[in-house]
């Protein structure tokens, strides 16, 4: 079955950094644009950064411009988001989601999370 998991999450001080990871499974993953959504406390989910099918093209929240870079590595079927200077704004429950569009076709996938703390 589809399967999204998220890894690299924690707690890290303000200036830190982290890498988030997405392994995917179940489907073909190369064929899917990728992309890292988060969501904090009382708030809606937020689009933090996306990267096209092949890599080539990446676009990214003006909230996290410059200091967050999304790569993927299509042998691995893993997404992963580089985020540096983290801020406490960047707590939140960080998702990936991997989309297909083909015609009038839309195929959506999402992970459970991973929880990024920004507290000294």
């Known amino acids: 079955q589809v399967q999204l998991v998220e890894s690299g999450g924690g707690l890290v001080q303000p200036g830190g950094s982290l890498r988030l990871s997405c392994v995917a499974s179940?489907?073909?993953?190369?064929?899917?644009?990728m992309s890292w959504y988060r969501q904090a406390s009382g708030k809606e989910r937020e689009l933090v950064a996306t990267?096209?099918?092949?890599?080539?093209?990446?676009n990214y929240a003006d909230s996290v411009k410059g200091r967050c870079t999304i790569s993927r590595d299509n042998a691995k079927n893993t997404v992963y988001l580089q985020m540096n200077i983290l801020k406490p704004e960047d707590t939140a429950v960080y998702c990936c989601?991997?989309?297909?569009?083909?015609?009038?076709?839309?195929?959506?996938?999402w992970g459970n999370g991973t929880l990024v703390t920004v507290s000294s």
């Open positions: 989601n991997a989309r297909r569009k083909w015609r009038s076709y839309v195929w959506d996938y």
């Open positions: 179940g489907f073909t993953f190369s064929n899917y644009a």
């Open positions: 990267i096209t099918s092949a890599g080539g093209s990446t």
